[in-house]
């Protein structure tokens, strides 16, 4: 026979509180310029969009070999965890000294 559980009231309460929390956030992240970042993949446009550069810059970076990129169909993707560890990685702060908000 399964025993049943009691659910304190304080902890409904603190359910409640953080799912409010996650909500703030979902809606904050609303308003931001790529909106798909809970797909995998990031088109060059969204790229450039989360390093905040331009095309040539994403280009050079890509032709450095400091980003992955795969092509599909004559087009090109990024992982968003190689755009993430690309600006983590950049130890002399040239890059970007702050994260953009839609990473955050």
């Known amino acids: 026979m399964d025993a049943f559980k009691l659910i304190h009231q304080e902890d409904i309460d603190e359910l409640k509180r953080k799912l409010n929390e996650v909500l703030i956030l979902l809606h904050r992240n609303e308003d931001t310029p790529v909106k798909r970042l809970n797909h995998k993949w990031l088109s060059s446009k969204e790229a450039c969009q989360v390093l905040r550069c ?3 810059s994403l280009h050079n ?6 980003i992955p990129h795969r092509k599909s169909m004559g087009r090109i993707y990024f992982l968003v965890e190689d755009l993430e560890e690309f600006m983590a990685n ?13 990473l955050k």
Do not use: E
């Open 90 to 102: 950049d130890k002399k702060g040239t890059f970007m000294t702050t994260k953009p908000s839609i």
């Open 54 to 56: 331009c095309m040539k």
């Open 61 to 66: 970076y890509m032709d450095a070999g400091y």
